[in-house]
């Protein structure tokens, strides 16, 4: 899986926990192109950042920001999708086919779980992963490799109940349906790379060392 970024990435501020570990925040940093859910905004201003977009209900900015940054807010209505899923098909409709998700998981839990599985949806219409304290989560619905070290903590989550095989991995499966999301948690990879061929959606999460 690569990983690396070009003009046509961008970096999705949400409306989780604000990131304290150094990988995420060294994608803010280095990021060429942000965009902020509606509820993170005031948040990542009052930091100190400078979004280039402001995408969602726009219900949640202060007036302050909303005047300030009248120039680069986009309000979308739509009530069948949430702002982070507006964010995303902003940065599509807007030539951005790798998108770096931060702060998507760790406040109600109810909302990281359907955060998490927006994933599986982005598959079609560009390259996401989401960028986490603990590690990284990305979707596939095709043979992948992944770049790895040995030991690393791996665990997949199946969307739709389709077999899927491993390779390199401790406990490898084999023409398997993962039938819970915790059937394909707690795995290691076994050296600098591991592959998945799946046939249907999966949501691969790898964590920090």
Request: net charge negative; hydrophobic share 35%; aromatic share 8%.
């Amino acid at each position: 899986m690569n990983r690396s970024k070009s003009a046509s990435t961008a970096v999705i501020i949400a409306n989780g926990r604000y990131p304290k570990h150094p990988v995420p925040l060294s994608y803010i940093r280095e990021a060429e192109y942000i965009v902020c859910c509606d509820g993170a905004a005031n948040d990542f201003i009052a930091r100190g950042g400078m979004p280039d977009a402001i995408v969602g209900d726009c219900d949640s900015i202060s007036e302050e920001n909303r005047i300030r940054f009248a120039g680069i807010i986009h309000p979308n209505p739509d009530q069948e999708t949430n702002d982070l899923t507006k964010s995303v098909l902003y940065c599509v409709e807007n030539g951005k086919q790798q998108i770096i998700i931060i702060g998507g998981t760790g406040k109600r839990e109810d909302h990281t779980l359907g955060n998490i599985s927006l994933l599986a949806d982005y598959i079609e219409i560009a390259e996401v992963m989401m960028v986490t304290d603990w590690g990284i989560f990305t979707s596939i619905d095709t043979q992948t490799e992944f770049r790895s070290y040995k030991g690393e903590q791996v665990s997949i989550f199946a969307i739709d109940p389709k077999e899927l095989t491993t390779h390199n991995l401790k406990y490898e499966v084999d023409g398997r349906i993962l039938t819970n999301w915790w059937q394909g948690t707690l795995n290691e990879s076994l050296g600098d790379s591991f592959s998945i061929e799946p046939e249907g959606r999966l949501i691969v999460f790898q964590a920090y060392k």
